[in-house]
């Protein structure tokens, strides 16, 4: 396998002068940290990572992982959870708006659907389409450090672990507290948010809420959104309970989100979810996790937005503006409603011969809606809209997987392997096996490969949309692919960090493509296509070499290249074929004198792919450069902050015809007092 990854990607990843320079410098950092006295591996080794289905520590970790801890959250110029995942090693976080009204995650050239993202352990992701995906009702307050699992996933997390997870850990707080804060800014930005948690020996309980509204950056790019969350746990003896719930509401201006044809577009979006997870210690060697959750989304799509100063419905389906009536077509605006159950069992036994874990999984999803899935006996009025929206069409799909895996250490040799059997109702049995291999080489280096295999269903938009200039097909098929990877993680007195070289073999791999002389986007399976790259991601403690007095803190950075086998031929690719060659961040923390913090990210991106204007000129994605900065004084039990994203006020878009904000300051003040 080492040998099929170094073959297919050196020779061409080394002809790269940029990346040259890269590996030049991580060569220098590995050197740098082997030659140094003393080590932070031992911290490390304490951190628990969801790399394997019974879970391990970072020292035993086989595979790519990025850890985002608790200081890198405090610290970063961010407000929301997709702004702080973009300084993450290939991460592509193509947004359509700031502070998370809609935000398509990529991992390593992936499409917005194939990376699963979770909540302590619960899978987040809706069937309808991954556009949905992170619609969570978390904030940064409530979140304690995020996992990032790189490579596909489907015999640790399932069929939608196609490129990688993010797994989001919250707070678990031991003590009584209460905080909230105030921000407000450009744009008419205003943001109010609170929490408190009571704690008692056994047992705490947290609630959060947020409230967060803006007028917009340009014409139809306004936002009012809130959120809540709750987390109660409970802890007795071998025996330890969780139990979350939350629900997330956003009504935004959705200017040339899916069409620059129609520009004036609306989104009304409700997520609530609830979940309860259970862990049973047996005796000193075996552990029992149950997890159960309900998720459901209900929203309402406007092609053409209804209001005030946009479209007004005069009779049954017909909308004027300004004295313009909308074509017949248009009957009226797209409704759906989202459900999904799931229930899964594991248990793991820690034995002479190392430990396994079996387990089983089950899901279902099911839709809703006056466009997506085959036609309903009896039509359903929708729940808090008008007499005249209903659905008349719907979709039910249930999935079973069993698990099994087995970890072993041999002195310096940590090596987990396993398979996951999948039965779907509508796409049959298929198996998923991997295979993870690290060796601790010394204090300082720790090599690692894996392979695995990985899949992903069509959601239902890709199913049975249709509407405007775009066809989704009821013939797709799966997409799979195989992951192989190779790497090393560095550690040092200092620094820490990984290199890796990775390629993924992807086959019916699913796209929105518009063949050549069709203004039509057509939901397509691809037949094939290879995604190989490289990764650099480092992390330096300046305080250790530069002195405990000096005011800079922590640098981070990462650097990934990346290029596809196959080529946009004969069609232009909305999703799979966009992706970011060339991806590099830079993080800063500093701090000049007491109580006074400075964090600066910057990140490059050279994204590969075109999108075509409403006059029908094809333009390249240009290549962006971004600086975001905040400042921020603590005052005992206060802080005073003030940011500013896109610093230089730059002009881009991540997604063809969506302009993105130009610089947008804001500041504010929060506060939090404990027991």
């Known amino acids: 396998m080492c040998n099929k990854i170094a073959v297919v990607l050196l020779p061409q990843i080394l002809k790269i002068e940029i990346v040259k320079k890269a590996f030049a410098l991580l060569f220098v950092l590995c050197c740098f940290s082997a030659y140094t006295f003393g080590q932070n591996l031992k911290e490390l080794r304490e951190v628990e990572v969801s790399s394997s289905r019974s879970g391990s520590t970072f020292e035993k970790n086989a595979r790519a992982v990025t850890l985002i801890t608790g200081e890198d959250i405090e610290n970063a110029p961010v407000m929301t959870v997709d702004e702080l995942l973009s300084y993450s090693v290939n991460l592509d976080m193509r947004s359509r708006g700031y502070f998370n009204q809609q935000t398509d995650i990529s991992m390593r050239g992936s499409s917005f659907d194939q990376v699963l993202i979770l909540i302590n352990g619960i ?7 991954g556009h949905h995906n992170f619609d969570l009702p978390v904030t940064i307050e409530d979140i304690d450090h995020i996992e990032i699992l790189y490579g596909g996933a489907s015999r640790v997390y399932g069929v939608n672990a196609f490129a990688g997870a993010i797994n989001i850990i919250t707070k678990n707080e031991e003590s009584n507290s209460l905080s909230g804060g105030v921000s407000m800014g ?3 930005l205003h943001e109010y948010r609170g929490s408190g948690t009571l704690a008692y020996k056994n047992h705490s309980h947290r609630l959060s809420v947020i409230n967060r509204d803006s007028d917009g950056y340009i014409e139809n790019t306004d936002f009012s959104n809130t959120n809540l969350f709750w987390q109660s746990e409970v802890h007795k003896g071998n025996f330890d309970m969780i139990f979350n719930a939350g629900y997330t509401t956003k009504e935004f201006g959705s200017q040339n989100f899916y069409s620059a044809a129609f520009p004036d577009q609306f989104s009304s979006v409700n997520v609530g979810f609830g ?4 862990h049973y210690q047996t005796g000193s060697k075996g552990l029992i996790t149950a997890r159960t959750y309900l998720r459901r989304n209900q929203s309402r799509f406007e092609l053409f937005r209804e209001g005030e100063d946009y479209y ?13 009536t909308l074509a017949p077509w248009y009957t009226g605006h797209n409704y759906h409603d989202n459900r999904v159950f799931g229930s899964e069992l594991n248990y793991t036994y820690d034995w002479k011969a190392g430990k396994t874990n079996v387990g089983v999984e089950y899901r279902d999803e099911r839709i809703y809606s006056n466009n ?3 036609q309903m006996n009896e039509r359903r009025s929708v729940k808090g809209e008008p007499d005249y929206a209903f659905y008349d069409k719907q979709d039910r799909r249930e999935n079973v997987s069993a698990f099994i895996e087995h970890s072993v250490q041999l002195k310096k040799w940590f090596i987990s392997g396993g398979a996951m059997m999948n039965i779907n109702s509508d796409f049959g049995n298929n198996i998923f096996p991997g295979l993870d291999v690290s060796y601790m080489l010394n204090n300082y280096f720790k090599p690692y490969v894996s392979a695995n295999r990985s899949m992903r269903f069509p959601t239902f938009t890709d199913l049975y949309y249709s509407l405007g200039n775009a066809q989704g097909s009821e013939n797709l098929m799966p ?5 192989y990877e190779a790497g090393t993680y560095f550690y040092g ?14 086959q019916n791999m699913i796209d929105w493509v518009r063949f050549s002389g069709s203004d039509t986007a057509f939901a397509s399976n691809i037949t094939q296509i290879n995604f190989n790259g490289a990764e650099v991601d480092a992390r330096i403690n300046l305080k250790t070499y530069l002195g405990e007095k000096f005011p800079l803190t922590q640098l981070r950075m990462s650097y990934s290249y990346m290029y596809a086998d196959s080529a946009s031929e004969g069609f232009e690719s909305n999703y799979v074929l966009d992706f970011l060659q060339h991806n590099a961040n830079l993080s800063l923390a500093a701090s000049p004198f007491k109580g006074f913090f400075v964090a600066v990210s910057s990140s490059f991106q050279k994204r590969l792919g075109s999108y075509v204007t409403p006059g029908g000129k094809e333009i390249e994605f240009p290549d962006v450069w971004l600086l975001n900065l905040r400042l921020q004084q603590k005052i005992k039990f206060a802080n005073v902050f003030v940011e500013a994203s896109n610093l230089f006020d730059k002009k881009f878009v991540d ?3 969506v302009q993105m904000p130009g610089r947008w300051i804001r500041g504010g003040v929060s506060f939090k007092l404990t027991k």
């Open 123 to 129: 899978k987040m992701n809706d069937p309808q389409t």
């Open 372 to 374: 997506l899935g085959t």
């Open 312 to 324: 007004r419905r005069t009779g049954e389906n017909r909308f004027v503006r300004n004295g313009d």
């Open 186 to 188: 450009q744009n008419g």
């Open 479 to 483: 997409e799979n692919s195989m992951n």
């Open 655 to 657: 997604v063809g015809n």
């Open 493 to 506: 007195k200092g620094i820490s960090g990984r290199v890796s070289l990775f390629r993924r073999e992807g």
């Open 275 to 278: 979940s309860l997870q259970a």
